[in-house]
């Protein structure tokens, strides 16, 4: 069983940065597609970016160009380095592991994902 905790939120002006990290634990050695998602309230889920075993990446339309996906596997951690936020990026975000490391055309579909965090709040004001 996979325990992923989420850390870094906060409150930041627009214009501002936040690094998001997510720690996980409980691996056995496969390989997993990691996720961060948000959900803001009275929203759907959506996803923001997604990372595969080869440090494949992708970005929601929303994001690309602010926000970057990473991982250090040593430290079996994932972050969300979050630049240029706006007040339309208030959330709850949320980081997910895939036991089909296979990206392919849903990457940012939270419905494929197995384990999830509890969430860390972001914030941004104008």
């Known amino acids: 069983q996979v325990q992923l905790a989420e850390s870094g939120g906060g409150s930041v002006q627009a214009g501002g940065s936040l690094k998001l990290s997510c720690a996980a634990s409980g691996y056995t050695g496969r390989r997993y597609l990691m996720g961060w998602f948000r959900q803001a309230p009275g929203k759907e889920r959506e996803g923001v970016a997604a990372?595969?075993?080869?440090?494949?990446?992708r970005y929601s339309n929303s994001v690309k160009g602010r926000f970057t996906i990473s991982k250090d596997n040593a430290k079996n951690t994932l972050y969300l380095q979050m630049d240029s936020l706006k007040p339309e990026d208030t959330a709850m975000y949320y980081c997910a592991a895939d036991r089909i490391v296979w990206m392919g055309d849903t990457p940012l579909w939270p419905g494929r994902y197995d384990y999830w965090g509890q969430g860390t709040q972001v914030t941004v004001s104008s």
């Open positions: 990372i595969d075993s080869d440090g494949s990446t």
